[in-house]
């Protein structure tokens, strides 16, 4: 009953359960995300198949904004991903490791999922926003602009392959994340950094 009235009628984001026992539990409602696939890993303990996939959603000016990992999804889908996704890598200058220290193998932008996640931040436990990278995609492949202030999605589940969508602005719109935090600038047109050439003034093995 306290569900429906405070978090299905919006007064609130959850319910905090304090047990007769002490335990103590948060219950939220799960959050659906729709990203695009730009990138993969292998898998370390299964033959043919992915790890992990790397997201990302488009801002309203086409570049592309990383959102995340996600590796969680059943085998026969591991596979899956695979047969559909090796053999299609591109290039990139932009490197992005997953949590065993495997480098993203990055891919065109083609294929939508859905995915289930539990919450969405956008500031560090220290109250610093959360910077992502913003990416530019042409045919040679994907291009680094710089990092801009974005999202973690925390604990992220693959839901299934969005077929009726595809990679536009509106059906992966990075603007998704906004429902549940608040993103200084997430709109706002990133301009890639031009920077000197540095100098190395010291090196040591």
Same mark, same amino acid.
């Given at each position: 009953?306290?569900?429906?009235e405070w978090?299905?009628?919006?007064?609130?984001?959850?319910l905090v359960?304090?047990?007769?026992?002490?335990?103590?539990?948060?219950? #939220?409602?799960s959050?659906d995300?729709?990203?695009?696939?730009?990138?993969?890993?292998?898998?370390?303990d299964? $033959?043919?198949?992915?790890?992990?996939?790397?997201?990302?959603?488009?801002?309203?000016?086409?570049?592309?904004?990383?959102?995340g990992?996600?590796?969680?999804?059943?085998?026969e889908?591991?596979k899956a991903?695979?047969?559909?996704?090796?053999?299609?890598e591109?290039a990139?200058?932009?490197?992005?490791?997953?949590s065993?220290?495997?480098?993203?193998?990055? &891919?065109?932008?083609?294929?939508?999922?859905?995915?289930?996640?539990?919450?969405?931040?956008?500031?560090?436990?220290?109250?610093?926003?959360?910077?992502?990278?913003?990416?530019?995609?042409s045919? $040679?492949?994907?291009?680094?602009?710089r990092?801009?202030?974005?999202?973690?999605?925390?604990? $992220?589940?693959?839901?299934?392959?969005?077929?009726?969508?595809? &990679?536009?602005?509106t059906?992966?719109?990075?603007?998704?994340v906004?429902?549940?935090c608040?993103?200084?600038?997430l709109?706002? #047109?990133?301009?890639?950094?031009?920077l000197?050439?540095?100098?190395?003034v010291?090196?040591?093995?």
């Amino acid at each position: 009953a306290l569900w429906k009235e405070w978090v299905a009628g919006g007064k609130g984001q959850g319910l905090v359960l304090r047990t007769a026992d002490n335990l103590v539990f948060k219950a #939220k409602p799960s959050i659906d995300l729709d990203a695009a696939i730009i990138g993969f890993t292998d898998s370390s303990d299964e $033959p043919e198949s992915v790890g992990s996939l790397l997201l990302a959603m488009m801002r309203d000016d086409g570049q592309f904004q990383v959102i995340g990992a996600c590796g969680n999804m059943p085998g026969e889908q591991r596979k899956a991903f695979y047969r559909q996704l090796k053999g299609k890598e591109i290039a990139s200058n932009y490197r992005y490791a997953n949590s065993k220290g495997a480098l993203y193998r990055f &891919v065109a932008p083609e294929t939508v999922i859905e995915i289930k996640v539990t919450d969405i931040q956008g500031e560090d436990s220290s109250g610093d926003s959360i910077l992502r990278m913003v990416l530019e995609h042409s045919g $040679p492949g994907w291009r680094t602009i710089r990092e801009m202030p974005g999202v973690s999605i925390l604990h $992220p589940v693959f839901s299934r392959v969005r077929g009726d969508k595809t &990679v536009n602005p509106t059906d992966i719109r990075v603007a998704q994340v906004l429902e549940r935090c608040l993103i200084d600038g997430l709109n706002k #047109k990133a301009e890639r950094l031009v920077l000197p050439a540095s100098e190395v003034v010291r090196r040591e093995v």
